[in-house]
């Protein structure tokens, strides 16, 4: 039998409405589903005019979900660590196996927050479509507070009257970058890598991840998911994903790494770190991949990043394993060194407690973390917002969180670009920042109508 259309899975999802009218919930969440047809996501997204938006797809083409509106959104400004862990509890306490809260934490809390963004914030979407290879289901969340149920039921109505129909994404128009803005500039950037790789510093602090952004005005400011989209194109195994939370104000990012991976108790993490530019040839990009794996300074920093996880995974697992020797993840324009690593994780631990182990990973913050931090804090010059952060989902069952790099922030008439790069003794303040601009020579490229 054939799947029905979104279309005419909302017509029955609004009778279902109607009929609950004469009940009472059952629960403080309830959770309508209608199988579907599989569709395009970010066009149907693009094509609605209700916020917040949410695209997530898994790395490797997995999962992709859509999401739209908020049966429940929870934004944190300050004091990050102990209202998470308010707002973890209470989401826990309602242990429905289908909820996903979406959302992301800062890099670093104690910077000041991004506007709209917070320092956390998580959503749980009032319409939600996740699609597989070869299913896709229609997810609507209601609220069950059994003294406002019939408001909720007339609320849930109305948002499902303002779904649109699928149209094409707004075009990628051809445009140029009219300025750029770089903080740290390029000058500041030496001295900053300089200061890292001064021994007496570098001794008690071996790892230093600094970051930068790039403020771009553009003749013409394109729609965030279609610049995704695109994105997604070129770098099709990485994780996509954006919430645009208002029509101005959105953040984007097309990001290889994962910070974990959770299934019940089984974890999946990953060491990635070490980077050199893709070849033009097959044989030089072979060449250049082996290069990497037989260079010190690469492997050092690849190390550094798998030790500090397992140390902070130690405290929380029965077991803990990583990849002997690293492999090579291969992007569009770079390539890096990439290790797994599994752990079995001791009953009574959550996400949370994960997540605050895990983040933010030496590979985007530096070795120890607290004094790389410091530094980051002190002298680079901007508050990285949610680029760096941990972006991605949590629920009863499963949760899975992506380290937020190649990112763009969308706000108002600018575009805000970032890019990082691990500093361990013997770096080069020249190459380290032509690694910054590799990275951002696919977003780069999208932008100007490349």
């Known amino acids: 039998m054939d799947k029905p259309s979104i279309s005419i899975a909302i017509s029955r999802m609004q009778t279902r409405l109607a009929q609950l009218a004469n009940r009472q919930p059952e629960g403080d969440k309830v959770q309508l589903s209608e199988s579907i047809q599989p569709t395009l996501l970010l066009p149907w997204l693009a094509a609605q005019e209700m916020w917040p938006q949410i695209y997530w797809r898994e790395s490797n083409q997995g999962e992709q979900v859509a999401a739209l509106g908020a049966c429940g959104q929870h934004r944190i400004d300050a004091h990050a660590p102990q209202k998470l862990s308010e707002f973890y509890e209470r989401c826990c306490r309602n242990n429905h196996s289908g909820l996903r809260w979406y959302g992301g934490v800062a890099f670093d809390t104690r910077q000041p927050a991004w506007d709209i963004f917070g320092q956390a914030q998580f959503i749980l979407p009032r319409l939600e479509i996740r699609q597989g290879e070869r299913e896709a289901q229609l997810l609507l969340n209601l609220n069950g507070d059994p003294e406002r149920w019939l408001q909720e039921l007339t609320r849930a109505a109305a948002f499902l009257e303002q ?4 149209k094409p994404l707004p075009p990628l128009a051809p445009g140029h970058i009219l300025s750029r803005q770089d903080t740290p500039s390029e000058s500041h950037w030496h001295q900053l890598v300089t200061q890292v790789t001064e021994p007496e510093f570098n001794r008690d602090t071996p790892k ?96 550094l990043v798998r030790l500090q996880i397992e140390k902070q995974l130690q405290p929380l697992c029965d077991y803990v394993g990583t990849e002997e020797s690293p492999s090579i993840l291969k992007l569009n324009h770079i390539q890096h060194l990439h290790r797994t690593i599994k752990a079995e994780v001791k009953y009574g631990v959550n996400d949370l407690q994960l997540l605050q182990a895990l983040h933010p990973t030496p590979a985007v913050g530096g070795y120890p973390r607290e004094s790389a931090m410091t530094f980051i804090r002190q002298r680079e010059g901007f508050s990285r917002g949610w680029y760096a952060g941990a972006c991605g989902y949590f629920n009863c069952l499963g949760s899975e969180f992506s380290v937020a790099l190649r990112s763009a922030r969308f706000s108002g008439d600018t ?28 977003i780069m490229g999208i932008l100007n109508g490349l």
Do not use: M
Request: glycine share 4%.
């Open 208 to 303: 230093v991840v600094l970051a930068r952004q790039s403020q771009l005005q553009l003749s013409h400011q394109p729609h965030p998911w279609t610049v995704l989209h695109a994105w997604q194109l070129l770098n099709p195994n990485s994780y996509q994903y954006g919430f645009q939370l208002t029509p101005k104000d959105s953040f984007i990012s097309c990001s290889p790494e994962r910070l974990f991976q959770r299934s019940q108790q089984e974890l999946t993490t990953e060491a990635l770190a070490g980077t050199t530019v893709r070849g033009f040839t097959p044989e030089e990009d072979d060449a250049l991949a082996q290069a990497l794996l037989d260079d010190d300074k690469n492997q050092h920093e690849n190390q």
């Open 415 to 442: 575009i805000t670009l970032f890019a990082g790069a691990g500093i361990v003794a013997g770096s080069d303040p020249d190459a380290e920042w032509q690694e910054l601009e590799n990275k951002l020579a696919t």
């Open 163 to 166: 779904v649109r129909a699928i």
